[in-house]
């Protein structure tokens, strides 16, 4: 009770938790709160690109920024405003993440829960160097930066790593096949498949903690909003292959 009285829409400076964010490891007693931080995505706000991999991957018409609230002036303007701030003043946003994940630590010990942050909601940032300076606290992305597949991935860091389609990207996202890593698949249509590429897809869309997951899956999401209609090869129509 007392958890949900402090995280009800709590804003930091630039990460905020919202009302859904308290999820129960299942099969044990460990509870998880959800930090998060979203960002305008890829060249949205001129003059930086947080997406390194969007064009190749085609999925800046489709990303899901104008989602839920994401659609709302408020929303879009304090997006921007974060965006800007990693944009002119790299080093004055880097501190403020790292004293709003301090913050959240506080709390998350205060109430008894575990933390866990997710830092890419809309962006794909390389935050691994902020993220080895918290290992208490438990951080997931998802990820179409293929390289990162090679990296030395912190232990407190759940990668999953988003598919595209596209033919170019569908070439150079070969090798993570052959990893252990989670990849994330959007599926056109009404139905998930029950594997996808020999791996087992799961259902992506019943919840969005993806460090919860098993390894070596698909995690099937059905395509949303735009991407219903994405016709760039970013989503993947099991009706034509
Ligand atoms: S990489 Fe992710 S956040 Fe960035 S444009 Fe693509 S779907 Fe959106």
Same mark, same amino acid.
């Given at each position: 009770m007392k958890t949900k009285k402090l995280f009800k829409s709590k804003s930091y400076n630039l990460l905020s938790v919202g009302s859904n964010a308290k999820i129960k490891k299942e099969g044990t007693n460990e509870e998880y709160i959800i930090a998060s931080l979203s960002l305008m995505p890829a060249d949205k706000v001129e003059g930086v690109n947080l997406c390194a991999m969007a064009k190749i991957a085609g999925c800046e018409g489709p990303c899901?920024? &104008?989602?839920?609230r994401g659609s709302m002036p408020t929303v879009i303007d304090a997006r921007t405003r974060k965006t800007e701030l990693y944009r002119d003043n790299r080093a004055a946003f880097m501190s403020m993440v790292r004293g709003d994940i301090f913050a959240f630590i506080e709390d998350c010990k205060r109430y008894g829960v575990k933390p866990a942050i997710r830092l890419n909601v809309l962006s794909d940032i390389n935050f691994m160097p902020i993220i080895r300076e918290f290992p208490e606290v438990q951080f997931y992305d998802y990820t179409k930066v293929i390289s990162r597949h090679k990296k030395d991935i912190p232990e =407190?860091?759940?990668?999953?790593? &988003?598919?595209?389609?596209?033919?170019?990207?569908?070439?150079?996202?070969?090798?993570?096949? =052959?990893?252990?890593? =989670?990849?994330?698949?959007?599926?056109?249509?009404?139905?998930l498949p029950e594997t996808y590429k020999g791996r087992?897809?799961? =259902?992506?869309?019943? &919840?969005?903690?993806?460090?919860l997951d098993p390894a070596g899956v698909v995690v099937g999401l059905l395509a949303k909003g735009k991407a219903k209609k994405d016709n760039s090869g970013f989503t993947i129509d099991l009706q034509t292959i």
């Amino acid at each position: 009770m007392k958890t949900k009285k402090l995280f009800k829409s709590k804003s930091y400076n630039l990460l905020s938790v919202g009302s859904n964010a308290k999820i129960k490891k299942e099969g044990t007693n460990e509870e998880y709160i959800i930090a998060s931080l979203s960002l305008m995505p890829a060249d949205k706000v001129e003059g930086v690109n947080l997406c390194a991999m969007a064009k190749i991957a085609g999925c800046e018409g489709p990303c899901l920024e &104008s989602a839920g609230r994401g659609s709302m002036p408020t929303v879009i303007d304090a997006r921007t405003r974060k965006t800007e701030l990693y944009r002119d003043n790299r080093a004055a946003f880097m501190s403020m993440v790292r004293g709003d994940i301090f913050a959240f630590i506080e709390d998350c010990k205060r109430y008894g829960v575990k933390p866990a942050i997710r830092l890419n909601v809309l962006s794909d940032i390389n935050f691994m160097p902020i993220i080895r300076e918290f290992p208490e606290v438990q951080f997931y992305d998802y990820t179409k930066v293929i390289s990162r597949h090679k990296k030395d991935i912190p232990e =407190n860091y759940h990668l999953t790593f &988003s598919y595209s389609n596209k033919p170019k990207y569908r070439k150079l996202f070969k090798p993570v096949w =052959n990893t252990r890593f =989670n990849i994330a698949v959007v599926f056109k249509g009404k139905e998930l498949p029950e594997t996808y590429k020999g791996r087992k897809v799961i =259902n992506g869309d019943i &919840s969005d903690h993806r460090f919860l997951d098993p390894a070596g899956v698909v995690v099937g999401l059905l395509a949303k909003g735009k991407a219903k209609k994405d016709n760039s090869g970013f989503t993947i129509d099991l009706q034509t292959i």
